[in-house]
T-cell receptor, first 112, second 116 residues
Framework: DQQVKQNSPSLSVQEGRISILNCDYT??????FLWYKKYPAEGPTFLIS?????DKNEDGRFTVFLNKSAKHLSLHIVPSQPGDSAVYFC???????????FGTGTRLQVFP | DTGVSQDPRHKITKRGQNVTFRCDPI?????LYWYRQTLGQGPEFLTY????????KSRLLSDRFSAERPKGSFSTLEIQRTEQGDSAMYLC??????????????FGEGSRLTVL
């Protein structure tokens, strides 16, 4: 039972353009959503999060949008840079637990 | 280096052997998590400690798996009688008490287990 889904295993974007990574979830009890980035041979690193009471959170080039009615969130990276090339994981948590449920990841490649 | 440290980085073992992984969290973090990641999947929650207390265990953590954090600092994850299906990356993460639900887990680089 995959509660957090990332249906696109890979995405290729030209440098300077926008990257849009998508994530869907099934559990309506999730109240916090997060994106993590992972480079090869490293652990995941926290990128940005959003509470379910918001529909947008922005941090520099990264913006996360949440559509609760559709149970969908997306991460926008603009402008994309070659250093953004990594695997991006969407994750979710319930307020009364201390664990994250991760999606399967989307590999982003930003080419010059 | 004040990040989360895991040892060993890579362990190759034969089926049926026992293996132990160690995690040293960031010193001021009192919460410690173990996750497992297999190829093509995201990290899956295994267990979580607050100080020395193990507060939650996943159904993924069979009886062959045991985790400890005896003094509330470093943690060990032991797998007994390893099976080929145990082959995975074992990730440790730590956080401050306010780390979740905002999600700021700090992950180590992981310990990759290969069971032959």
């Amino acid at each position: 039972d995959q509660q957090v889904k990332q249906n696109s295993p890979s995405l290729s974007v030209q440098e300077g353009r926008i990257s849009i990574l998508n994530c869907d979830y099934t559990n309506s009890m999730f109240d916090y959503f997060l994106w993590y980035k992972k480079y090869p041979a490293e652990g995941p690193t926290f990128l940005i999060s959003i509470s379910s009471i918001k529909d947008k959170n922005e941090d520099g080039r990264f913006t996360v949008f949440l559509n609760k009615s559709a149970k969908h969130l997306s991460l926008h990276i603009v402008p994309s840079q070659p250093g953004d090339s990594a695997v991006y994981f969407c994750a979710a948590s319930e307020g009364n637990t201390d664990k994250l449920i991760f999606g399967t990841g989307t590999r982003l490649q930003v080419f010059p | 280096d004040t990040g989360v440290s895991q040892d060993p980085r890579h362990k190759i073992t034969k089926r049926g052997q026992n293996v132990t992984f160690r995690c040293d969290p960031i010193s001021e973090h009192n919460r410690l998590y173990w996750y497992r990641q297999t190829l093509g999947q995201g990290p899956e929650f295994l267990t979580y400690f607050q100080n020395e207390a193990q507060l939650e265990k996943s159904r993924l953590l069979s009886d062959r798996f045991s985790a400890e954090r005896p003094k509330g600092s470093f943690s060990t994850l032991e797998i007994q009688r390893t099976e080929q299906g145990d082959s995975a990356m074992y990730l440790c993460a730590s956080s401050l008490p306010t780390g979740l639900p905002t999600g700021e887990l700090f992950f180590g680089e992981g310990s990759r287990l290969t069971v032959l």
